[in-house]
C-alpha cells in the first residue's frame, strides 16, 4: 500500500494531466464562438455567426463528402480483410502465424510519411495510377485492418472454442457454425471495429496528402489547406469544434457495442 | 478432413496477405528501389536508371544531417516527457483509485485521441500565440518554434504512452507492493525496485508509439514549430516543392531504418508482446 503523501501527490498529478489533455480542446470550443478573427484572449465577444458561415462552406461540405466516401471504402475492405486474418490466427495452427500478426500491426507501426511516400512511388512511378479516391482508399485500408484484426481477434480469444466444438459434434456443418454461432457472438467486436477504423480513416492526414494527388480533397486536407489563411480562421475555428464534438461519437459507440477503444487505437 | 481444414484456412488467409504483401511490402519496395532511381535534370521526370548518388546525398549532406540529429532529439525528448507525464497518472490510475474511477480515467485519457490530429495542433496554435491564452495567463509563451513542436508531439502521442503503462502497472500484484512496505522500503524504493522492472516493457512499448509517431510527423511542425524543419518536411519538400521522388525516397529510408532499429531495441525487453 502506498503512503497518504504518494497517494495524494499521484492523485494531484493526475489532476494536472488531465488539465493539460483537455484545456486545449476546451479552448478549441470557446474559440468557434469568439467574434474576433484572430487568436487574442480573451475573446471579444460572443457569436454564432461564424457557424452560419461554415455551414455555407462548399469546400468543407465537398470534402467532408469525400472523406466520408473514403472512410466507407476503407472500412469495408478492412473489414473484410481483417476478420479473415483474425479467424485465421485464432483458429488455426499453422507455420508463420507470428508473421501474419507482425505484417498486419506494421503499417500503423512505422512512420505515415514512410507509407504515404511508399504508395506514392508505387502508384505513380511504378503502376503509373492516376491518383484519386481510389489511391487514398488502397493506402487507408492498409492500415485500418489492423483495427478491425484486434478486435475480433480478441473477441475470438475471449470466445474460446468450445461453443464451436458444440455445433460441429450436434452435426452443423462449418458454415452453419459461422452463421449461427459464431457470427452472432462476434456481432458487436465487428461493428466496434468498424467505427474505430472509419474514425482512424476520417482523420487521417499524412497517407492521405500522398495518395490523394492535387485535385482531390478530403476533410483533413481542406482544414490543413486553409489553416494559414487568416479569414477562413473563423471557419475554420468552428469545423475544429464540431470535430472536436463528433470525436465523442465513436468512443461511445464503440463502447456500447463491447469494443475496447482504448487498446485498438493503441 | 485435413485437406478441408488447410483449404478453408488457405482462403482465409489468402486475401489479407495478398493484399498487405502485394500494397504495402510491394510498396515498401518500390520505395527502396526507387531511391536509387535518378531524375532527368530537365523535365524532372523519373528515371529508371541506377544510381547511388541519391542515398549518397542523404546521408552526407549538412543539411539533411543537421535535420536528421535534430529529429531524432524531438523524437526523443517526446518519448522522455511522454514517460515523465504518464508514469505517476498511470499509477495513480491502477494502484489508488477505485475500480469506478479508473474506468473513468480510461475513457478521459483515451477520449482525447478520438479528437482531430489537426485539431489538436491547432488547439497548440491557439494556446501559444503571442496574444493567446498562455501569454494572457501566465505572462509567457515560448512562441512558434522548436519549444511548441516539442510540446505539441507530447501532448498529441501522451495517451499512447499511458495505455500501455497503466496495462503494465495493472498487471503488478498488489501483493507485491505490500510485501515491499511490510520489509520496510519506501515508497520510492517500491517504486524504484519493486514496479519499475515490471512496467518497464509497458514504457518501452509506449515508447515504440511516441518514437515512431514523432520522427514521421510534419504537419504539427509545420502547424506550430514557425521556421523549424524536422526530417518530415525536408522529405515532403522534396517530393512536393522540389519534385525529386528518388531522393525523397533516400531520406524516407532515415526514419524507416531509425524506427526498425528501434523496434529490433526493444524486442529484446519484451515490447512488442505489450502493443
Known sequence: MLSGGARRAVRAWTVLILLFLYVPLALVLVNAFNSSRTFAFPPSGFTTQWWVVAWHSEGMWKSLANSVTVGLGATAIALVLGTMAAFAVQRYRFFGREVVSFLVVLPITLPGIVTGIALNATFTSALGVTLGLATVIVGHATFCVVIVFNNTQARLRRLGTSLEDASADLGASPWQTFRYVTFPMMRGALVAGAILAFALSFDEIVVTTFTAGPTVQTLPIWIFGNLFRPNQAPVINVVAAALTLVAIIPVWLAQRFGGDPATTRV | ?275
Open chain 2, 1 to 275: 478432413m485435413r485437406l478441408r481444414r488447410r483449404m478453408a484456412l488457405a482462403f482465409l488467409l489468402v486475401p489479407p496477405m495478398a493484399w498487405l504483401v502485394l500494397a504495402y511490402l510491394g510498396s515498401l519496395a518500390v520505395l527502396l528501389v526507387s531511391a536509387f532511381w535518378s531524375t532527368n535534370s530537365f523535365t524532372g521526370a523519373v528515371v529508371h536508371k541506377f544510381t547511388t548518388h541519391n542515398i549518397v546525398q542523404a546521408f552526407t549532406e549538412t543539411v539533411f544531417r543537421v535535420t536528421t540529429l535534430r529529429t531524432l532529439g524531438v523524437a526523443l525528448l517526446v518519448t522522455a516527457i511522454c514517460i515523465v507525464l504518464a508514469v505517476p497518472l498511470a499509477l495513480y490510475m491502477a494502484k489508488v483509485a477505485s475500480p469506478r474511477m479508473r474506468l473513468l480515467l480510461v475513457i478521459a485519457v483515451t477520449t482525447p485521441l478520438w479528437a482531430s490530429y489537426l485539431v489538436k495542433a491547432y488547439a497548440w496554435r491557439m494556446l501559444l500565440s503571442p496574444e493567446g491564452p498562455l501569454a494572457w495567463a501566465g505572462g509567457y509563451t515560448p512562441g512558434y518554434g522548436l519549444t511548441a513542436t516539442v510540446i505539441t508531439l507530447a501532448y498529441l502521442w501522451l495517451p499512447y504512452m499511458i495505455i500501455p503503462v497503466f496495462a503494465a502497472f495493472d498487471r503488478v500484484p498488489d501483493s507485491l507492493i505490500d510485501a515491499s512496505s511490510d520489509l520496510g522500503a519506501s515508497d520510492l524504493s517500491t517504486l524504484r525496485m519493486v514496479m519499475a522492472p515490471l512496467i518497464f516493457p509497458g514504457i518501452a512499448a509506449g515508447s515504440i508509439f511516441t518514437f515512431s509517431l514523432s520522427l514521421g510527423d510534419y504537419i504539427a511542425v509545420t502547424i506550430v514549430g514557425g521556421k523549424t524543419q524536422l526530417l518530415g518536411n525536408v522529405i515532403y519538400g522534396q517530393l512536393v516543392t522540389a519534385n525529386n521522388q528518388p531522393l525523397a525516397a533516400a531520406l524516407s529510408i532515415i526514419p524507416l531504418a531509425a524506427i526498425i532499429l528501434y523496434l529490433l531495441a526493444m524486442r529484446r525487453t519484451g515490447a512488442l508482446e505489450n502493443v
